[in-house]
């Protein structure tokens, strides 16, 4: 099994790919029902339709992969920024549909890919030296 898993030093890698893990979850909910998508963008009302829960359900999923991807391969510079870029997309959106836009409310659905996002910038923002060098 653990030949599996990511095989590079430290927690940054398994980190993305428990997120990949997770994104994968969040893209078969968003194609499946509009509620979890309803969860994070509360103020949208009748904006949420289905096609447009299964349009973020495609963008997490191609979030997913780029994160997978960046989770074996952590110490390539390039794969290691495009990561970086997806989070920083993520973050972006999610602050600006509540903070801009109003159409996401802080709460159960809003505050996990937030953190998520953040916690994980921070995160490889900080550990660029040792992954890449």
Do not use: C, D
Not at 17 to 39: D, F, H, P
């Amino acid at each position: 099994m653990t030949s599996f898993l990511p095989q590079h030093e430290g927690w940054l890698p398994y980190w993305l790919l428990l997120v990949s893990i997770l994104s994968v979850g969040n893209t078969i909910q968003a194609y499946l029902t509009t509620k979890n998508t309803r969860e994070v963008y509360m103020r949208a009302g009748q904006e949420i339709t289905a096609l447009t829960s299964r349009i973020f359900g495609t963008w997490t999923l191609v979030s997913a992969v780029v994160r997978l991807y960046a989770a074996y391969n952590i110490s390539n510079p390039q794969v290691y920024e495009l990561a970086l870029v997806v989070f920083t997309v993520a973050w972006v959106h999610f602050v600006t549909e509540w903070v801009v836009f109003g159409r996401a409310a802080w709460g159960r659905g809003l505050a996990g890919p937030i953190l998520i996002s953040t916690g994980s910038l921070f995160w490889m923002f900080s550990q660029w030296a040792f992954y890449v060098g």
